[in-house]
């Protein structure tokens, strides 16, 4: 069994700031790749940033300047880290992350359920 589990999620007003988490944890060997999407209300989702396990980092063009991916590969946890926050930001935040279960294995893909952000005055 594998679990992600984000957390960090809230009510900001514009221009406030909030840190996401998202942890793995389970039957793990590896994390490669993980990334952060997010789905605003009755839209779909799309990525907001990747990071690789050697910390190689992709962003949407509406992410770059306001948000910064970071993990910490020793407790296989994936940050995000959002700035100058928008209403337009307003989703519903999730992380998927790619883990290898065994030495030799592929890697599968999990996601986690989410974590709701709202910027509103």
């Known amino acids: 069994q594998v679990q992600l589990v984000e957390s960090g999620g809230g009510l900001v007003q514009p221009g406030g700031s909030l840190r996401l988490s998202c942890a793995a944890s389970?039957?793990?060997?590896?994390?490669?790749?993980m990334n952060w999407y997010r789905q605003p209300p009755g839209k779909q989702r799309e990525l907001v940033a990747g990071i690789t396990r050697d910390g190689s980092t992709n962003y949407a063009d509406s992410a770059k300047g306001r948000f910064t991916i970071s993990r910490d590969n020793a407790n296989n946890t994936m940050y995000l880290q959002m700035s100058s926050l928008k209403n337009e930001d307003t989703a519903v935040y999730l992380c998927?992350?790619?883990?290898?279960?065994?030495?030799?294995?592929?890697?599968?893909?999990?996601w986690g359920q989410g974590t709701q952000v709202t910027v509103s005055s």
């Open positions: 389970g039957s793990i060997i590896s994390v490669d790749a």
């Open positions: 998927n992350a790619y883990v290898r279960k065994t030495p030799y294995s592929v890697t599968l893909r999990y």
